[in-house]
């Protein structure tokens, strides 16, 4: 399965991005696509998940009601949207994919591969 991250960019505060994650290769055993983030100098952390088939959605609570995840399966693609960025929101996004059915979303380990990530940056 390869991940290809896109749609970072630099924004203001208050501000919206939304970020794609288009998957390709044997995805047929993905269950799981999330979004986790790095900030410089922190460990990588659980933003949301969805799952292909019902499209339950997680959220981490620092982002609960202001970003939104979706999916596409025609496509085969994952969006986040992020609205009311704030500058804590800034970190190099990553999605992955899980082929595990009862993965815990939060958890790095439980995902087989990873994109390469983008970079978020929101200014104050």
């Known amino acids: 399965v390869q991940l290809q991250a896109s749609g970072g960019g630099l924004v203001q505060a208050g501000g919206s991005l939304r970020l794609s994650c288009a998957a390709s290769?044997?995805?047929?055993?993905?269950?799981?696509i999330g979004w986790f983030r790095q900030a410089p100098g922190k460990e990588r952390e659980f933003v949301a998940a969805?799952?292909?088939?019902?499209?339950?959605?997680f959220y981490a609570d620092s982002v609960k009601d202001r970003f939104t995840i979706s999916r596409d399966n025609a496509k085969k693609t994952v969006y986040l949207q992020m609205n009311s960025l704030r500058p804590e929101d800034t970190a190099v996004y990553y999605c992955?994919?899980?082929?595990?059915?009862?993965?815990?979303?939060?958890?790095?380990?439980?995902?087989?591969?990873w994109g390469q990530g983008t970079l978020v940056t929101v200014s104050s």
């Open positions: 992955a994919s899980s082929h595990y059915v009862h993965a815990v979303v939060a958890v790095t380990s439980e995902y087989n591969y």
């Open positions: 290769g044997r995805t047929l055993g993905s269950y799981f």
């Open positions: 969805i799952t292909w088939n019902e499209g339950t959605t």
